[in-house]
């Protein structure tokens, strides 16, 4: 069974930074789809970025462009989402999520697997 565990979360001030790391077991890096969603109170869960399979690039959610890096270590099993210039409208439950499929990667629809969620709080 796949399994994703994600740490790193916390509670910064607006301005701070934060890195996520999600550890990921049973599954080969880079054979599908891999991304980070978020989830706030009161909202649907949303793509925060995700990586494509083959080339290793990755995308960004218009909000987190330019201040959010999703990448990987496959030697480490591991995917980091680095948060710079945290806003207050960044708090929420994030989550990884890789998946067996190499196409559609926006979609959470194509995920199979994912992680318990850290909570992330910005405070203004």
């Known amino acids: 069974q796949v399994q994703l565990v994600e740490s790193g979360g916390g509670s910064v001030q607006a301005g701070g930074s934060l890195r996520l790391s999600c550890a990921v077991s049973?599954?080969?890096?880079?054979?599908?789809?891999m991304g980070w969603f978020r989830q706030a109170p009161g909202k649907e869960r949303e793509r925060v970025a995700h990586?494509?399979?083959?080339?290793?690039?990755?995308s960004y959610a218009d909000s987190v462009k330019d201040r959010f890096t999703a990448s990987q270590d496959a030697t480490k099993n591991t995917l980091y989402l680095q948060m710079n210039s945290l806003k207050p409208e960044d708090t929420a439950i994030y989550y990884c999520?890789?998946?067996?499929?190499?196409?559609?990667?926006?979609?959470?629809?194509?995920?199979?697997?994912w992680g318990q969620g850290t909570q992330v709080t910005v405070s203004s």
């Open positions: 049973r599954y080969t890096m880079g054979s599908g789809c």
């Open positions: 990586i494509y399979p083959i080339s290793g690039a990755a």
């Open positions: 999520a890789v998946g067996h499929t190499i196409y559609g990667c926006s979609a959470m629809s194509v995920y199979n697997y």
